[in-house]
């Protein structure tokens, strides 16, 4: 057989969390967030729409909640082109910097928050990266520029257009499912949830973060995952 060629993509696990986690357990931990150091992952609160920290995230549903806990995606690239629609003048703020919370998973001695724009270009197609409670939180740490009306209006007009039922797709997974998305096209929400009260049937899935090398789907500065702690 001929002209047939073969091309394969690297791909690499990445750590979730200061300690370097390569399999993200995603479940009650019986934790609330009382402060941005307690990742919603852990809790049953509602996620909003956001984007993980690798250029795919995986998971994997080994058991689904009592009631609740859906999951809903959005074209990153529908909600950046109905922003451009309804708000244009919001879309500029979003490609300048703002400071991101790291949730006290910084190595020691480095700044609490790094910056990073939600939108950027990649060979002239937008692409986006938004954890809107990130930023949010950042502004806790003192130094912080405040956030200006025009960056409030901007995060949330974003969340309104991917909360829109118009815009996003809703999943309810079952024991088995899996989903596989590119965090540089597809926001990602999960929406709050009740649980059994016998462990072994509360919710639990698993997670996986990807780098894919030379595939960049989010900023080469989050690609590789959380830095480990030393």
């Known amino acids: 057989m001929t002209g047939v060629q073969t091309c394969a993509l690297p791909i690499s696990t990445v750590g979730q969390d200061a300690q370097g986690s390569l399999l993200g357990h995603v479940r009650d931990e019986g934790v609330e967030r009382t402060d941005p150091s307690v990742r919603l992952y852990r809790t049953r609160q509602r996620q909003d729409f956001h ?7 995986g998971l994997l549903c080994l058991q689904r909640a009592r009631s609740g806990g859906e999951s809903r995606i ?4 529908a909600v950046y082109n109905e922003l451009l629609r309804r708000r244009p003048d919001l879309v500029e703020v979003l490609y300048r910097p703002m400071h991101w919370d790291r949730n006290d998973e ?6 609490p928050t790094f910056e990073l724009p939600v939108f950027s270009d990649l060979g002239g197609t937008p692409r986006v990266f938004y954890i809107g409670w990130y930023i949010r939180d950042a502004q806790r740490h003192p130094g912080t520029p405040p956030l200006t009306e025009e960056q409030l209006a901007a995060l949330d007009e974003l ?4 909360n829109d039922p118009a815009f996003h797709l809703e999943m309810d997974f079952q024991p088995g499912d899996i989903q596989l998305l590119n965090n540089g096209r597809i926001l990602h929400a999960r929406e709050a949830y009740e649980d059994h009260d016998d462990p072994a049937q509360r919710r639990h899935l698993l997670r996986l973060w990807l780098a894919a090398h030379h595939f960049d789907a989010v900023e080469g500065l989050i690609q590789g995952g959380i830095p480990t702690q030393r």
């Open 51 to 57: 984007t993980d920290g690798a250029d795919l995230v």
């Open 74 to 77: 959005a074209s990153s690239a």
């Open 106 to 111: 910084q190595p020691e001695g480095e700044p």
């Open 159 to 162: 969340e309104a257009i991917a």
